[in-house]
């Protein structure tokens, strides 16, 4: 298979079905375009799923069961734009759930230890302070107080409400 696009490539140990499955669940588009499995010929179990190709938010996804060699880390991670603070809270609750971990600034980690940031879209406005740094800085104090980001918050910081 060849893609003219950057594709995200994920190592797992052997969830990469589950993980597939579970992510194309949460985002409405989502929906899983293969899996293939070990042939006997591999050093891996003849079988065993080795790759679920999956698509979310138009963005097509590799996931790769290789063993427990490599994890995931904060280091990479995904962002979700969103529009409404009904779409923060249904990927925020979505992708916690089941063992995954609340970080700061609108990060998480989910069950799998893939790290996500849901975001508002209208974030990088409130960053930037259109012309206003004082504006931006009660907007940057006020998302560092915060794990999910709530965006009346948010905006009222920046509005210095």
Known sequence: MLLNTLTPFLWFDTAAEDAAKFYTSIFKDGKILSVSHYPDS???????????????????FIALNAGPEFKFNPSVSFMIPCDTQEEIDHYWSKLTA?????????????????SWQVTPKIMGQLMSGAGDPAASGRAMGAMMQMKKL???TLQNAFDGK
């Open 42 to 60: 591999s050093p891996f179990k003849a079988g065993e799923v080795m790759v679920a190709e999956f698509e979310i938010m138009n963005m097509r």
């Open 98 to 114: 089941d063992g995954g971990e609340e970080s700061q600034c609108g990060w998480l980690v989910d069950k799998f230890g893939l």
């Open 150 to 152: 709530d965006i009346q």
